[in-house]
Each structure stands twice: as C-alpha cells, then as structure tokens.
C-alpha cells in the first residue's frame, strides 16, 4: 500500500502564497507521476497539476496556469506544489495522488488509486 502524506496547508491572505508538500515515508515517488488535486466545500475534486516520474515534466490545467508550480526534491522524496497569488477560490483541501504515468485524462479523480489524506488551504483576509 502506497502511503502519501500532504502537509503545508493553512490560512493565507488574498495574493499570499504557500509551498504545499507529498511525501511518502515507505515509497520512493520520483518512481511514480504524482498528481496535485483539490476539492472545495460541495464541489468535484479537481486535478491542478501532474508531474512525471523519472524527468519530472510538469502538466497543469489550464486555470492553474501561472499561479501553480509543481516540482520534485528526489533527495527529500517530496513532490511540492507552490501556489502563488492565492484567491479565496482556491480555498479547498488539496490533495497528492500517486499513479506510474501521467496518463491521458490525469486531471480526473477516477482510477487513481493511492492518496493522501489532504491538507486544508485556506484563503481569506
């Protein structure tokens, strides 16, 4: 069973930014792509980002374009996603997702099947 682990969340100001991590204390995850998603309150989990095993190649969606940025520290087994130029929009609970590619249609929450237990962002004045 692949465990991951988000952290990093919290309460950040309008036009804040926040350095979210995914790590896994049993699995190597430069093995795997591993996809950032988020859910907010009454809505579908949406994916924002995917990064690729191996050459780390990152994929966002288009409404994250700019503002995410996701990387890997293969020495810290982490995988991050940095948010720049928070919205309240973004307030959700984000989410890692473990999967061997960032295969066509990544970006939809079926068919992955290992995450973590998701981290609170939250974005208010």
């Known amino acids: 069973q692949l465990e991951l682990a988000e952290s ?6 309008p036009g804040g930014s926040l350095r979210l991590s995914c790590t896994s204390s049993a699995f190597t995850l430069d093995h795997y792509a ?6 907010a309150p009454g809505k579908e989990r949406e994916g924002v980002s995917c990064i690729s095993s191996g050459d780390g190649v990152a994929t ?9 940025t996701t990387s890997r520290d293969n020495a810290k087994n982490t995988v991050y996603l940095q948010i720049y130029s928070l919205k309240p929009e973004d307030t959700a ?4 997702a473990a ?3 960032c295969r066509t249609g990544w970006e939809l929450s079926e068919g992955y099947h290992y995450w973590g ?4 962002v939250t974005v208010a004045a």
Do not use: E, K, M
């Open 34 to 39: 591993i996809a950032w998603f988020r859910q």
């Open 117 to 120: 237990q998701g981290t609170q």
């Open 8 to 13: 990093g969340g919290g309460l950040v100001q």
């Open 60 to 68: 966002y969606v288009g409404s994250t374009w700019g503002r995410f």
């Open 99 to 101: 999967d061997p590619w």
């Open 93 to 96: 609970v984000y989410f890692c």
